[in-house]
């Protein structure tokens, strides 16, 4: 049969509500159920944050504000200039980057000199009040150093004192004993020699027991370098926010406000050194400079001197001009030349000819002087030979002197032409030189203007660094800080303990815990608890469930009005048990078994037959653990009455003698008669199966009590004999590990229309049932039993079992 199939043909009660809710809705009721863990887990949580409220010290947030007045930049650390050489030559005035202004606010250099000129590295602890109080400005005394030996270790030092009066104390020593002292004394310790000192607080503590530790300054400032935090404001205001945390605001104040004095201290000198390295640079350079200008200048003058240069273009153009003088010069040579060319050719050739009309052109007085005479006698004699012939003694004075004039004129144009030449030549030897002398001008001028370029190269850069110191000293004597504080340190509300946040947490985690505890209890459990864990893990069906039920006798059955609920409990399973069969003819045999021992066969198995006998069905419960049996005792039967063993040995063969009468009308039990060695062996023949069918012939309904399947094979045996099996699951009993052996079992077919009977169930145990009660507990069925007055202690005992 199905297990879809026996829910479906089961009867049950009306069930409640709660059957039909979700998942979420089955645990919250069960949780409700355990209202009083609940409450108790709420109550704990609520006292320890009373307590952690009352004696934790508030933490204060402190708060300060820092300004920038330079040119910021908080973009990737950029900051562009038109004039990076200025910028880089300014100190004073750099624009800040308030990333890196960030990282030195942070500083560990920073800080640990907040810890040194605040003594941080000291605390003073009250331990005179309910609560240890540290003290700060206002503590009696003043722990000195001095001399330190070593570094402090990372535990620190502790002094414990007690104040006597305003002059002296004592120091605690467990290992050297108490001593006193006066205030100021030099003391010698491990850690070097310190003494105390008194403050004007020192009355208001006499009598007080002190706790005094010195820590290592390089720990303490780690320690507040890590809760200081500093942030801009925004990207485009020059703001940034400094703050931190302290259960002293005076304290965290005093750290703030210490940390941008000495910022802003710290950033001052930097521009100093940083103005005072610049001016040095500046003079360095200065020096370097002046000595190369001097160099430069003096180079100049050399080159000028030896090249002969004064003016090179001035120079350049006079010698251009005087070459075109000489030009002009030569040429008019050349013209002479020319003359005297013609002029001697004329002379050389004896021709009588007129002289050639070059005279304008001659520039020598003494050959002009002699061209004239020779014209003249030309002239003459030509005017004589017009009227007088050639062979006139006339012309025989002027012929002489004729030739005469024409060999002094002959030389003359000798002298002149050798002069001329000579001329010539030294005027081309001048111009050469000339040509030479302007060749060398381009390079010259070259050399020069790169001599020259050096040389103001070098005096703008000694005017600039002669400008630039002046203004680097002027802004060094007038400097001040880049930053301003907008905002003093202030503490604002305590930001903890905060009774709104905690006590609402505590609740929470109270529940929490509460939730925890089931739970964890329930993860931690190996047992099975509810109904849901069987049916998520076997296929076989559940065809009921019986309550747990403390009672003196193991019959909780009774006729007409029950005591218990649980009778009507097993009124559902008789029902149910006609749908398991399928009919309620005579003769029909049910196997009881379980995994282990102790899940409630016997008890479940009696009950039931009672049920069947209250119904007037004939009954016959048979006590077939032939190992352990315990149905004997639940009817107040001799457990020496002869009985199966003796029938199955055939040592007894008369049923009538064999089956005992109980004090229920129709119902009978056959008992296990003496337990022999060999039950297997004798639950395997034949005359078993001849017992049961003379059973079926007198009885309507024959219950079977069998051993632990999953022990002994004796219930498998058995269970040829049987019609249908019901297979006791215990809650809180039985192992989940059995789960997977009822399937093997289901899987084999081995036991006959197999349900499984969900016994001992606890609602008030394990909170139970939710989604899955049958309602046993309300007021209708309620009406069956009778109503027996709990008394104080039963109430109190069923209280506590709800946590």
Not at 683 to 693: P, V
Not at 716 to 728: D, E, K, Q, V
Request: glycine fraction near 6%.
């Amino acid at each position: 049969m199905s297990k879809q199939n026996t829910q479906l043909t089961t009867f049950t009660l009306p069930v409640s509500e709660a059957s039909s809710t979700s998942d979420g809705g089955r645990l919250l009721k069960k949780y409700l159920f355990h209202w009083p863990l609940f409450v108790l887990c709420a109550i704990v949580a609520l006292v320890g944050a009373y307590f952690y409220v009352q004696n934790t010290q508030p933490v204060y947030p402190i708060v300060a504000t820092l300004e920038f007045k330079s040119p910021v930049s908080s973009e990737g650390g950029t900051v562009i200039n038109k004039n990076g050489t200025e910028q880089q030559l300014d100190p004073i005035n750099t624009p800040v980057i308030v990333e890196n202004e960030i990282e030195v606010m942070q500083s560990k250099k920073l800080m640990y000199q907040v810890v040194n000129d605040l003594q941080l590295w000291v605390s003073y602890v009250n331990k005179k009040t309910a609560t240890d109080v540290e003290l700060y400005k206002n503590s009696p005394v003043k722990f000195n150093f001095s001399k330190q030996n070593g570094a402090i270790d990372a535990k620190g030092i502790k002094l414990l004192i007690t104040i006597k009066d305003a002059n002296s104390f004592v120091l605690k020593d467990k290992e050297a004993g108490d001593k006193s002292y006066k205030f100021s004394t030099v003391i010698n310790g491990d850690f070097g020699t310190w003494f105390l000192t008194p403050t004007s607080y020192i009355n208001d503590y006499i009598g007080s027991e002190m706790l005094i530790t010195v820590q290592d300054p390089d720990l303490v400032s780690d320690n507040y370098q890590s809760k200081v935090k500093v942030e801009l404001e925004n990207k485009d205001a020059p703001f940034v926010n400094l703050s931190t945390s302290d259960i002293i605001p005076a304290r965290g104040k005093d750290i703030l406000n210490s940390l941008m004095s000495l910022y802003q201290k710290d950033a001052l000198l930097s521009k100093g050194k940083d103005a005072q390295s610049t001016l040095n640079f500046i003079n360095s350079r200065l020096d370097s400079i002046n000595k190369g200008l001097n160099i430069a200048e003096i180079d100049i003058q050399q080159y000028k001197s030896s090249q002969g240069m004064t003016d090179i273009t001035s120079q350049a153009q006079g010698f251009r001009d005087i070459r075109q003088a000489n030009i002009k010069a030569s040429n008019d040579v050349k013209i002479q030349l020319g003359i005297i060319e013609g002029l001697a050719k004329w002379v050389n050739s004896g021709s009588a000819e007129k002289l050639p009309a070059t005279s304008a052109y001659l520039q020598d007085p003494s050959l002009m002087g002699l061209y004239d005479k020779l014209a003249a006698l030309q002239v003459q004699r030509a005017q004589l030979l017009a009227t007088t012939p050639e062979t006139n003694p006339l012309f025989e004075p002027l012929n002489e002197q004729i030739a005469t004039l024409r060999e002094a004129f002959k030389e003359k144009i000798a002298a002149t032409k050798a002069s001329l030449l000579a001329t010539q030549k030294q005027m081309e030897s001048f111009d050469s030189g000339l040509i030479g002398s302007l060749k060398k001008i381009p390079d010259q001028d070259r050399k020069y203007n790169s001599m020259k370029r050096e040389q103001e190269s070098k005096e703008r850069i000694y005017t600039f660094l002669l400008e630039k110191r002046e203004q680097v000293a002027l802004r060094y004597a007038s400097s001040v800080s880049d930053s301003e504080v907008v905002d003093d340190a202030h503490a604002n509300k305590a930001k903890w303990p905060k009774p709104a946040i905690i006590y609402p947490l505590a609740l929470i985690i109270g529940l929490a815990a509460g939730a925890g505890i089931l739970y964890g209890r329930e993860s931690l459990n190996e047992r099975i608890l509810v109904r849901r864990q069987i049916e998520d893990k076997v296929n076989v069906p559940v065809l009921g469930e019986l309550s747990y039920q403390e009672s003196t006798t193991p019959i909780v059955v009774t006729e007409g009005r029950g005591k218990f609920a649980i009778g009507e409990q097993f009124r559902v399973l008789r029902t149910n048990l006609f749908h398991l069969h399928g009919n309620n003819d005579p003769g029909r045999v049910t196997l009881f078994t379980s995994s282990i021992g102790g899940e409630g066969k016997s008890f479940v198995s009696s009950n039931l037959a009672v049920t069947l006998a209250y119904a007037k069905r004939k009954t016959i419960l048979l006590e077939m653990d032939l190992r352990k049996p315990k149905i004997s005792g639940v009817f107040d039967l001799s457990p020496d009455h002869p009985g199966i063993s003796d029938f199955l040995a055939e040592k007894a063969t008369d049923l009538d003698k064999l089956i005992q009468k109980t004090a229920i009308e129709d119902l009978d039990v056959l008992g296990c008669g003496p337990i022999l060695p060999n039950p297997s062996e004798l639950l395997e023949k034949e005359t078993l199966d001849n017992l049961i069918n003379m059973l079926k012939e007198r009885y309507d309904d024959i219950i079977i009590d069998s051993p632990p399947i999953h022990l002994v094979t004796d219930a498998l045996i058995i269970a040829r004999t049987a019609h249908a099996t019901l297979y006791m699951v215990r809650q809180g009993y039985t192992h989940k590990d059995e789960l997977e052996f009822i399937n093997e079992i289901d899987a084999s077919k081995r036991l006959p229309k197999y349900s499984l009977v969900f016994n001992g169930v606890r609602r008030d145990k394990f909170g139970y049932g939710y989604g899955y009660s049958y309602g046993y507990n309300n007021s209708y069925y309620n009406s069956y039993a009778e109503k027996e007055k709990e008394s104080f202690g039963e109430q109190f005992g069923r209280f506590l079992k709800r946590f």
